[in-house]
């Protein structure tokens, strides 16, 4: 069965470059395992052949009747950019150390290269963001092959099981509506986590720049917003560009600069 699908159309890089690799194995302190980069050279990126990788242990995705295993359906480019903009989301998760992002699935499942324990032979691993969960799921990248496979209309669990412990969205807005500004932050981050109407979060974090003139507050917003608009819309609903601007017009009660640097390096 041949490894790759269809590509992942304007994000594929082609070729992969040489320089890339070394600056990003520099900046890891280890060196990609030899079996993922032979993949990468094949095609820089794009949809697999499978949809899943077995696993041996629950999940928010899979339950035992139906067969344990986790969605994984792309890889990501290796490329510097992607590479910097990954480490940014590992580390909003909590999760420093020398790992990398390489591959996707269902959107709140991102696999990872850890080479914390084994520099020469990185474990990979699954972030679950749905459940806020990470799973160690292979030794090795080479450990991982065996396990991917094709289902034919796997559909997983729906979106409303795997959220079934967060609140819902009408409980969300509640919360938002609300005087705890703490509370009313961890709704909207909810919000993303559910990747449901991005268009409407973007409209309220914009709002919530605009019309803020608490700095701390103010910076959680400004974070959050250039957070949805790099990892999860492209510039779909607002453009980096206006958000540039936003975020220039608050430098009287904030200095916005360290996310007006991560725009402006996308544009």
Request: charged letters at 35%.
């Amino acid at each position: 069965m041949e490894f790759w699908d269809e590509l992942l159309g304007e994000e594929v890089i082609a070729p992969l470059k040489k320089e890339e690799i070394k600056h990003i194995e520099k900046q890891l302190g280890s060196r990609l395992p030899k079996s993922y980069l032979k993949k990468m050279e094949e095609q820089n990126g794009g949809n697999i052949a499978f949809n899943l990788v077995i696993v041996d242990f629950k999940n928010s995705w899979s339950d035992e009747e139906t067969g344990l295993y986790l969605p994984l359906y792309e890889f990501m480019p290796l490329t510097i950019e992607k590479f910097v903009e990954n480490t940014s989301v590992l580390n909003e998760w909590g999760l420093a150390g020398e790992k990398m992002i390489f591959g996707e699935g269902e959107g709140s499942y991102l696999w990872y290269f850890d080479f914390d324990e084994n520099p020469k032979k990185p474990e990979v691993w699954c972030l679950d963001i749905s459940d806020e969960a990470a799973y160690l799921v292979a030794e090795s990248f080479e450990a991982l092959l065996p396990n991917l496979e094709k289902r034919e209309n796997d559909d997983g669990l729906t979106h409303e099981v795997v959220f079934a412990d967060y609140p819902s969205m009408d409980e969300i807005r509640e919360t938002i509506k609300g005087t705890d500004e703490d509370a009313r932050l961890e709704a909207y981050r909810m919000w993303l986590t559910r990747c449901e109407d991005l268009e409407g979060l973007i409209t309220e974090l914009r709002q919530r720049v605009e019309h803020s003139d608490d700095e701390d507050e103010l910076d959680s917003y400004a974070e959050l917003l250039a957070e949805v608009l790099v990892n999860y819309t492209n510039e779909e609903f607002m453009t980096y560009e206006e958000a540039i601007v936003l975020f220039n017009k608050k430098e009287d009660v904030s200095d916005l600069i360290h996310v007006i640097v991560q725009l402006e390096s996308e544009v």
